[in-house]
């Protein structure tokens, strides 16, 4: 036994990482492992577990407000529900969902390393992230309900409602440490692991966008933590911190939320666009059009995204001049947003597109983020976001944000990536009629929002007048349509991980970057022998044989 | 120790690497008190009057025994990572022993001070407390919580050092390889510099 080890283990590199036997078997070789492909599908099937439970949640939603009055739950559930369907969506789905699964899986992978810097803390985040996860279920089901503030977690009510809040504030504290903890993973990562050759615009654009993304998870993360914990402390000690009876003030809350809350939509959508760096070029073939740009462009968004926080406040009567200081910031966010908007599409021009599913998700990505990014400005603007407040507008747009955005991204990434993690490929045909049945669900879903919100239906409302029925109605059927094609494209993935076709080609899709050099499925070690870089991620021959024609010109 | 540890160990050991991620950690941490002292900063302008008063009630005595407490300590701590550096592995332990003494002679100082406080009615949610004006009970909300939390890290900090002695004495620790025992050491001053500005906000402005 011990010498059947001993060979595999110094056959290690060459064996898959999903066959390698280590010292513990079976599950535990997964559950104990540091590697780092191994901890990111661990985050994969977490994550869509409770991406299931969220869009259970979102379509029990839309299925109450089919009427005006009650129709499936009482009014106490469907504050509980929509709570629970944003604080799993929010903070245990799309902020860690690509980073964590994706970027603990190729990270490494496309620096030309063998592993992240800090494997073991890298488990130590799994853990913890389940933990999170775990305690949000539990208060759903143990007596007392669960958190029906919204999952902004306004003050005073999170400090006196009779719910379990505790559960649900302690688990958003400790996906944060856990979050926070990725972050700084992947930052030491980046900044000492890359391979020799490998200098900074020569990383991948993925790689750029979670190096932007890690620098926030670091930096404003602790700050919603310390202001949680304040809400805990406050709850169970009965310290004067935010309550006014108190003495404090519900607006510092709102304030220290959104510090972190406002930056955390750039966690979200940051990665999601380095995916679509990725997709872009590879589906037509060509080098990404302005790399310096757009790997700019995300420290840009990281460091405007952080100073824009206020504009979800201006209906609280803060002082004109910080409203005029934040509505003008908020302007100027847009601009990294549409640099990288410009550069995908300008990256189309005279491509050879190839229309496979990773790249029809990605190009709905462009285009349901630029609807979603485009009513975000028209809050931004003062006098009409007075009106828009806490509309369905509000609704729309953070959904065609993060569910068009993050949420297509990740389908792009599942749709991309997963034939090089397990060696199978899905069926194709399939995986177009479930875009297809996705992308027109989607829609038929929240533009309506758009139109009821400008009609003044407020948000997190149980009953409604009877003039906005009809918008409910197209909704919720929209809902259903979303739900058949998730369920069609999750059902294709899951057969084609076992029944799939087997792929033994390393470059599945013609790719650059390094993950197309290495075996399908990746091995233990990555790499036999740590890679040497001369070129650049996106130099695809076409492109070197125009250059050549240029010099011989 | 775990299934792929290998893949790990055949990696160079990297020192820099190890003492980034200890940096980047303690940036969080940072922030993390950053949200408490703009917290502070944000109720001391809003209740000037308040703050002043209930700041008088604070023992300085015993605040300027920790501060001076603290600060050595974060000397012992530099002293034994200089020992280790010079193969002094007794000197080294015994230092990183006073240090978590010096953590210990803290934390008992300001059971003191808090069941000295609690004696007075001064603590959360008690009745006297209750009756005050919104900025003193502001005042010893912030008090509680930022001082508590510095209590907290302190005790983290400690245990952390206690295992360093335990790294040290078993050899894990050695005069080639001491990066843990320095990252244990930054934690240990980030800890001293947040009491640094705890002190003068809570003991010395009036």
Known sequence: ??????????????????????????????????????????????????????????????????????TIVGPQAYNEFFTVHGIIMIFIVVIPVIPAVFGNFFLPIMLGAKDVAFPRINLLTWYLYIIGGVLILLSLVLPGGAADTGWTFYVPYSVRTGTNMIFTLTAVFIIGFSSIL????????IHRMRAPGMDWFKMPLFAWSLYATSWIQVIVTPIVGITLLMVIVERVFHVGIFDPTLGGDPLLFQHMFWMYSHPAVYIIIVPAMGVISEIIPVFSQRTIFGYKFIAYSSLGIAVFGS?????????????????????????????????KVFNWTATLYKGSIKLEAPMLYALAFIFLFSIGGLTGIIQGALNVDLYLTDTYFIVGHIHYVVFGGTGFGLFAALHYWLPKMFGRMYNKKVAKVAFWIVFIGFNVLYFP?????WMGMPRRSYHYLPQFQLYHVIATVGSWILVLGLLIMMVNLLVSLIKGKKITENNIWGGETLEWKVS???????FEEIPE????????????????????? | ???????????????????????????????????????????????QQDFSIASKEMNTFLGTLNTVILL????????????IQRGKKALSIFLQIVTILFGLAFMVNKVIEWSHEFAEGNFPGSASLANRPPGQILYFGLYYSMVGLHGLHVLVGMTVIGFMTVFTIRGKITQDNYVKLEAAGLYWHLVDIIWIFLFPLFYLIT
């Open chain 1, 182 to 189: 990725t972050g700084l993973n992947f930052l030491t990562t």
């Open chain 1, 520 to 526: 399908t499925p990746p091995t233990v070690e990555n």
């Open chain 1, 1 to 70: 036994m011990a010498s059947e080890t001993l060979t595999l283990h110094n056959n290690g590199h060459e064996v898959s990482y999903l066959d390698y036997q280590g010292k513990h078997k079976g599950l535990l070789g997964w559950l104990l492992s540091t590697d780092h492909k191994r901890i990111g599908i661990l985050y994969m099937i977490g994550v869509l577990s409770f991406f299931a439970v969220g869009v259970t949640l979102g379509f029990l939603i839309r299925l109450e407000l089919l009427t005006p009055q009650g």
């Open chain 2, 72 to 83: 050595t300590s974060s000397l012992t701590m530099a002293l034994s990572i200089a020992a």
């Open chain 1, 307 to 339: 100073l824009v926080w206020a504009h979800h406040m201006f209906a609280t009567g803060m002082s004109d001049t910080a409203e005029f200081v934040f509505s003008l910031l908020t302007f100027l966010v847009a601009i990294p947003s549409a640099i």
């Open chain 2, 1 to 47: 120790m775990t299934t792929q540890e290998h893949a790990v160990e055949q990696v160079h050991r990297d020192d820099i690497r190890s003492k980034m991620g200890m940096w980047l950690f303690l940036f969080s941490e940072l922030l993390l008190f950053g949200g408490l002292f703009f917290m502070y900063s944000v109720y001391r302008f809003m209740h």
């Open chain 1, 533 to 553: 870089v001369f070129d650049g991620p996106y130099e695809y021959k076409q492109n070197e044989y125009a250059s050549m024609e240029e010099e011989v010109k």
């Open chain 1, 449 to 453: 929002f758009f139109i009821l919100g």
